[in-house]
C-alpha cells in the first residue's frame, strides 16, 4: 500500500540543523510532484516548498527561504528537507506530501522538530 514515512524530527537548539527524510513505497516516486508542509500548534498548516518531477524547486515560504533546502532522490524514493539556522518559530510537525492529482494525494504521518534552548 501507499506510504510516507517522515524521519529526522527532533529536539534542535536554535541555530542549528536537521535533515529530514520521506521515504515513500508503494507508488511511482518519481511521477509525483513533491512538497514539505508544517503545522504549529493553533495555526493552519504551512506550505514550506515544492520539487516537481523534474525537480524544479518551487514555493519556497517565505519564512523558510534560504534556510531551508528541499531535494528529492528518485533512486531512493526519497525526499528530503534540510534545514538550517533553525528558529524557535520552526517548532511544528512537519508533512510530506506526494501529488498527482486531487485523486493520487498522499499524506505522511508527522514528524515533530522542536526548536528550545
Known amino acids: 500500500q501507499v506510504q510516507l514515512v517522515e524521519s529526522g524530527g527532533g529536539l534542535v537548539q536554535p541555530g542549528g540543523s536537521l535533515r529530514l527524510s520521506c521515504a515513500a513505497s508503494?507508488?511511482?516516486?518519481?511521477?509525483?510532484?513533491l512538497s514539505w508542509y508544517r503545522q504549529a500548534p493553533g495555526k493552519e498548516r504551512e506550505l514550506l516548498a515544492s520539487?516537481?518531477?523534474?525537480?524544479?524547486?518551487?514555493n519556497y515560504a517565505a519564512s523558510v527561504k534560504g534556510r531551508f533546502t528541499i531535494s528529492r532522490d528518485n533512486a531512493k524514493n526519497t525526499m528530503y528537507l534540510q534545514m538550517n539556522s533553525l528558529k524557535p518559530e520552526d517548532t511544528a510537525v512537519y508533512y510530506c506530501?506526494?501529488?498527482?492529482?486531487?485523486?493520487?494525494?498522499?499524506w505522511g504521518q508527522g514528524t515533530q522538530v522542536t526548536v528550545s534552548s
Open positions: 506530501n506526494a501529488r498527482r492529482n486531487s485523486f493520487l494525494d498522499y
Open positions: 508503494g507508488f511511482i516516486f518519481s511521477t509525483y510532484g
Open positions: 520539487i516537481t518531477t523534474t525537480f524544479v524547486v518551487t
